[in-house]
């Protein structure tokens, strides 16, 4: 049993720091605010089940602030990589994140029409637009950029505005993706994909992405020369 505390010491010595500039408080608030949406929702008549897009969207809005990292140039220094520090924080922001949807796809029963609502497929869809808000994130603070979450919530409002009219503009058959669950909403899952992908690598060390030049040695020169 000592031995086991002892191991998972380390863990929790990383996981302290990391909850504190993590920014939890405000990545609670989407679900927060998701959920008090839906509260308000059931006060009105005969709302659709669609508008579970818009609590979905307020929910992971500000799931950007996990990347934010006011002493990113002190943590740099540290044993722990980037990556690894990302992971921690993930781990403590997107369950508060996930539960948040779990709930409202549960008490959104009362929405008209959720009974033949794909909520698998919406999910997807939720899963999408929080992955991009974590990319968004991610390359803004690669880049020096002193408050990542709300860039990455000011991106991701006009990802998805600009998704709606191109929607509106484009035959369906164009592989652009539908914020309404149908035969293309598969797409989404590319959109997953991809930002992962950036967020994994963004999320490299600097010294990893901006590797030193080697410098050759020069040759000395005999003592008989």
């Given at each position: 049993m000592p031995l086991r505390l002892r191991s998972a010491a380390?863990?929790?010595?990383l996981a302290?720091?990391?909850a504190r500039a993590a920014r939890l408080p405000v990545v609670a608030a989407g679900p927060t605010l998701g959920l008090a949406l839906l509260a308000v929702l059931s006060l009105t008549e005969h709302p659709s089940?669609?508008?579970l897009v818009l609590v979905g969207l307020l929910m992971v809005s500000p799931i950007g602030y996990l990347f934010d990292d006011a002493a990113a140039e002190v943590t740099a220094a540290s044993p722990?990589?980037?990556?690894r520090r990302r992971l921690l924080r993930l781990g403590l922001g997107v369950p508060v994140v996930a539960t948040g949807w779990l709930v409202a796809i549960d008490r959104g029963a009362f929405l008209e029409g959720y009974a033949t609502l794909p909520v698998g497929a919406l999910s997807s869809e939720i899963l999408a637009l929080a992955c991009f808000t974590l990319a968004v994130a991610s390359i803004a603070a690669g880049r020096g950029d002193r408050a990542p979450g709300t860039t990455a919530a000011v991106g991701l409002l006009v990802a998805v505005a600009v998704v709606f009219l191109v929607r509106q503009a484009v035959p369906p058959a164009w592989p652009v993706p539908e914020l309404s669950p149908n035969v293309h909403h598969r797409r989404w899952w590319w959109c997953t994909a991809c930002s992962l992908a950036a967020v994994g690598w963004t999320s490299r060390d600097p010294a990893e992405r901006h590797p030193r030049p080697r410098v050759r040695a020069r040759s000395r020169p005999s003592p008989g020369a």
């Open positions: 380390p863990v929790v010595d302290r720091p990391a089940a669609l508008l722990s990589t980037l990556a």
